[in-house]
């Protein structure tokens, strides 16, 4: 049986969720190939820009809580047997109106959990938090068991903590088409044809090009990160601002930003904001950042924090795979046989990687999991 494929299992793409899922998959001992469009670590996804936000207490839903709790356990895992520091526990603050999704969704959760949190109102989020200008008539939702990963460095790390384990990794090179097949798959690149007996897809925002019955699953729209110079960065420093989440009572307009990390700046994303939401073909790539977005920072700046030169120092584009609801898509769908697919993270999935890979590897292996995924069944919106 072995010598009719070329592994067991085929990873494509090795971003956040494939690279990931490429070290689970070693970890068992499976044999398994990973192939990635370009080098793992690259800048042309949506798994780069130095730092990304973990929550436990997590806004988007308490269902998330159990697989969060677990992501924490095996990024650990990965950092013990990397070497490599990938997680800095800082703490989380929310700030936003009290029927928020950012205030009213964590509470849910920590509540649901038994999670501890510090809910701050009025004059006591203004003295602890300086750095809000605007903080009147809102509320702070702090948890400790928050902090921020190091993307690059998860990637990477994934992928040659896999490779120590067996697996083998083709770079640079992009499939262009996936046969399914319930017994024998066949992963197609420019050159060759590989074959094997499940295939796990993380490909990002290339999903629905390269595997079309997906397409109605999600949308893929250009995101935009810049780094602020801080007046003083000592008041940034992450012993006195955590990694944090604004919003307004609507949702139109919420950003995330981290403490200052370089000793000079604080890096700010915008996760909705009016004139944010441009479609994206990932085969041209995200469009560069410009003089519009610096000018719709300096306005969110302004709106929300103070002590810093609201113009940033550099920006970069990223992209956001979105589903209609905002989950994700993990697992299988009955008229693709034999894949497993991973998409549609809506730029808030990056902390679940090592989890995901967790889920995804044991469908490869068992056709199952033994992790609460059924909200990300790829079906429910059939």
Known sequence: MRSQVDAEVIVVGLGAMGSQTLWRLAERGTDVLGIERFVPGHD????????????????????YVPLVKRAWRLWRELEE???????????????????SSVIAGPLASARTWDLEYDLLQGAELRERYPQFAHAEGLLGFH?????????????TAGVAVAETRGARVVRETAVTEIVPD??????????????ARHVVVSVGGWLRGLLPATAPLMTVERRVMGWFRA????????????VFVHSDASGDRSLYGFPCLDGET?????????GIDEPTDPALGHRPPDRADAERFADAIGRTLTGLDP???????????????RHFLVGPRRDLPGLTL??????????FASVIGEIAAEFATTGGTTLPVAPFDPHRFD
Not at 81 to 99: C, F, K, N
Request: some cysteine; hydrophobic content about 35%.
């Open 81 to 99: 047997a990397s070497g490599r520091s990938l997680l800095e526990r800082t703490g989380a603050l929310m700030v936003g109106p009290a029927d």
């Open 342 to 351: 991973l998409g549609g993270f809506s730029g808030h999935g990056f902390k």
């Open 231 to 242: 007046t003083d960065p000592l008041s940034f420093a992450a012993e006195r601002l955590p």
């Open 143 to 155: 948890e400790r068991d928050a902090g921020y990963l190091r993307p690059e460095e998860a990637v």
């Open 182 to 195: 319930p017994d024998l798959l066949r992963v197609r690149t420019g050159d060759r044809e590989y074959t």
């Open 44 to 63: 042309r996804g949506a798994s780069h820009g130095e730092s990304r936000i973990i929550r436990s207490a997590y806004a988007e839903g308490a269902a």
């Open 311 to 325: 113009y940033p120092v550099r920006m970069l584009s990223c992209m956001y795979a979105l589903t209609p609801d």
């Open 266 to 274: 604080v890096k700010i994303g915008l996760h909705t904001w009016p």
